[in-house]
C-alpha cells in the first residue's frame, strides 16, 4: 500500500523589522570636542541597537488547514498576473478542491474519527498541492484570455510559465514548474512544446491541447484542457470533458483501474461528430492514459486505462492520480514522431566520461533531478549548445526521450485532465475549477 509520508514541517521564514534607536547612556557627563570624547574620567556614550523580534510569516498548523477556510488577503490579481498565490491568503490556508464522498463500502470514511485524525497527520501536504492547484487554476485563467489565432506557441509557453513562475514563487526544487507546457496541435495529441527557434502561429481551424503542471515540495498538479477557435469542435470537446469526468467519478479507493477504463471508453465513444460534412466516430486513444504520481515523480507506477481491458489494480488510499483522457477523429492510437523537446532523467546510473555530459547531467541533478524538462530551458539557462552531450546522456540510458505523440495526420484530438488526491475520508479534485 502507498502511503504519503507526512511532511517535517519546516521553520516559517521570517521578515526582518527596523532597528531601535533607543540610547543607553552612562551616569557620567560625556562632552565632545572634535568628535571624540573629553575630560577626566570621561565614559564612552555607549549605544545599544535592539533588534526587535523577528516577525513570522503566516504559516497554517495543521489544525487551521483542518478546521479553518482560507482568509483573502484582499489583494486583487492583475493582468497578467503578477501577485504570487502566497500573498493572496493571509492565513496560509489555500482552498480545498472539489470534494467527494466515497461511495458503497467506503461511505464510512465520510465520517471516520480514525480517518480524520490520519487527514491531520497529513494536512501539511494537502495544503502544499492545493498551493500548487491554486496556482494553476489562476494561470489558465489568464492563458485562457490571451491565447487566440495570430499568438506564436512559444510566446504563449514562456508567458504561461513566466506566470506560473511569479505565482509560485518559484524557487528550485521547492516549487516551480513540474514539467515542460505542453501544446499540442490537431493530430499531436501530447509532448509537444515549442523548441528554440519555433516559429509556429496559431490558426482559426487549430484543436490546441494546453498541458501544464505546477509542484509545492515536489507535491505536483498535472492538469489539462483543449483550446478551440471553431465552434465545430465542440462536440469533440465535449466527449473528451465528459469521459474525464467519468473516470473522476468511478476513481476511488479500491477501485479498479481496468473496470475505470470501461467506463471512460463506454462514454467517449457514445459521441460522434460531423466534420466538412462527414461522421466521425470520437475514439479514445488506446495506448495513451492517465497515471498514479508521487512526490518528483510524474508518472509514479499506476496506469489508468482510458479503453476497456486493463489491469484490474486497485486504486489505494493515500495516492495521486492525474485522470486524463483522449478522444480521437482518427485512428486513435499514437507513435513517436517529430523533433523530441521533452526529456527525463531515469533511474539507471553508469559512468559518463563526455567532460561536456557530466556538466550537464551536474545541471540537470541540481534543477530538474527527477522532474521532466526541455531543451528550450536548457538554452535559456545558457546551456545552449547542449544537444550532444544531452544525446550522449540519452545513449547511456541516463536520459530518456519522450518525443511527441501524435495520431494520424488530419485527425484532430482534444484532453482533458485533472489531479485528484485519494485523501482517508474523501476524494478530492485538486485542480477543479469554474473553467472545467
Known amino acids: 500500500m502507498s502511503e504519503i509520508q507526512p511532511k517535517t514541517e519546516v521553520p516559517p521564514k521570517t521578515v526582518e523589522e527596523e532597528e531601535s534607536d533607543d540610547e543607553e547612556e552612562d551616569s557620567t557627563k560625556v562632552t565632545t570636542e572634535g568628535g571624540?570624547?573629553?575630560?577626566?574620567?570621561?565614559?564612552?556614550?555607549?549605544?545599544?541597537?535592539?533588534?526587535?523580534?523577528?516577525?513570522?510569516?503566516?504559516?497554517a498548523s495543521a489544525a487551521d488547514i483542518i478546521d479553518s477556510k482560507p482568509i483573502p488577503s484582499g489583494l486583487v490579481q492583475t493582468n497578467p498576473p503578477t501577485i504570487p498565490v502566497s500573498k493572496q491568503f493571509s492565513n496560509g490556508v489555500y482552498p480545498m478542491g472539489q470534494i467527494e464522498e466515497y461511495r458503497d463500502s467506503n461511505s464510512y470514511r465520510t465520517t471516520s474519527e480514525e480517518k480524520r485524525l490520519e487527514e491531520r497527520?497529513?494536512?501539511?501536504?494537502?495544503?502544499d498541492v492545493r498551493r500548487a492547484a491554486e496556482v494553476h487554476r489562476q494561470v489558465r485563467k489568464y492563458v485562457q484570455g490571451i491565447v487566440k489565432?495570430?499568438?506564436?506557441?512559444?510566446e504563449l509557453v514562456e508567458s504561461l510559465e513566466n506566470?506560473?513562475?511569479?505565482?509560485?514563487?518559484?524557487?528550485?526544487?521547492?516549487a516551480g514548474i513540474a514539467f515542460p507546457t505542453g501544446v499540442s496541435l490537431n493530430h499531436i495529441a501530447a509532448h509537444f512544446t515549442p523548441n528554440t527557434g519555433d516559429k509556429t502561429v496559431l490558426k482559426k481551424d487549430d484543436v490546441l491541447k494546453i498541458d501544464f503542471g505546477t509542484h509545492v515540495n515536489g507535491y505536483i498538479i498535472d492538469c489539462a484542457f483543449t483550446v478551440t477557435f471553431d465552434e465545430k469542435?465542440?462536440?469533440?470537446?465535449?466527449?473528451?470533458r465528459e469521459a474525464t469526468n467519468t473516470g473522476i467519478y468511478h476513481a476511488g479507493i479500491d477501485a479498479r483501474l481496468g473496470e475505470i477504463g470501461a467506463a471512460i471508453q463506454e462514454v467517449m465513444e457514445s459521441h460522434e461528430i460531423e466534420l466538412n460534412g462527414k461522421t466521425y466516430p470520437i475514439r479514445s486513444i488506446r495506448n495513451l492514459n492517465g497515471h498514479s504520481?508521487?512526490?518528483?515523480?510524474?508518472?509514479?507506477?499506476?496506469?489508468?486505462?482510458?479503453?476497456?481491458?486493463?489491469?484490474?489494480?486497485?486504486?489505494?488510499?493515500?495516492e495521486f492520480y492525474a485522470i486524463e483522457t483522449f478522444g480521437s477523429t482518427g485512428r486513435a492510437q499514437v507513435i513517436e514522431d517529430l523533433e523530441c523537446s521533452h526529456y527525463m532523467k531515469t533511474d539507471y546510473q553508469t559512468t559518463v566520461r563526455l567532460p561536456r555530459a557530466k556538466q550537464l547531467l551536474q545541471y540537470i541533478n541540481k534543477n530538474y533531478d527527477t522532474l521532466c524538462f526541455c531543451r528550450r530551458w536548457l538554452d535559456k539557462a545558457g546551456e545552449d549548445k547542449h544537444i550532444l552531450a544531452l544525446n550522449n546522456l540519452c545513449d547511456l540510458g541516463i536520459i530518456q526521450r519522450h518525443a511527441p505523440l501524435v495520431d494520424s495526420k488530419g485527425s484532430y484530438v482534444a484532453q482533458y485532465e485533472h489531479t485528484l488526491l485519494l485523501k482517508p475520508t474523501a476524494k478530492e479534485v485538486l485542480s477543479r475549477g469554474d473553467d472545467y
Not at 293 to 318: A, D, N, Q
Open 149 to 154: 489565432p495570430g499568438l506564436g506557441l512559444t
Open 121 to 127: 497527520i497529513h494536512a501539511n501536504i494537502y495544503n
Open 36 to 59: 571624540n570624547p573629553t575630560g577626566e574620567g570621561a565614559a564612552k556614550k555607549k549605544k545599544k541597537k535592539n533588534k526587535k523580534k523577528k516577525k513570522a510569516a503566516p504559516v
Open 163 to 174: 506566470a506560473s513562475r511569479t505565482l509560485i514563487e518559484a524557487d528550485g526544487l521547492k
Open 293 to 318: 504520481i508521487r512526490p518528483y515523480v510524474i508518472h509514479g507506477g499506476k496506469t489508468v486505462p482510458i479503453v476497456r481491458g486493463g489491469e484490474m489494480t486497485k486504486m489505494e488510499e493515500g
Open 233 to 240: 469542435y465542440d462536440k469533440l470537446k465535449e466527449a473528451v
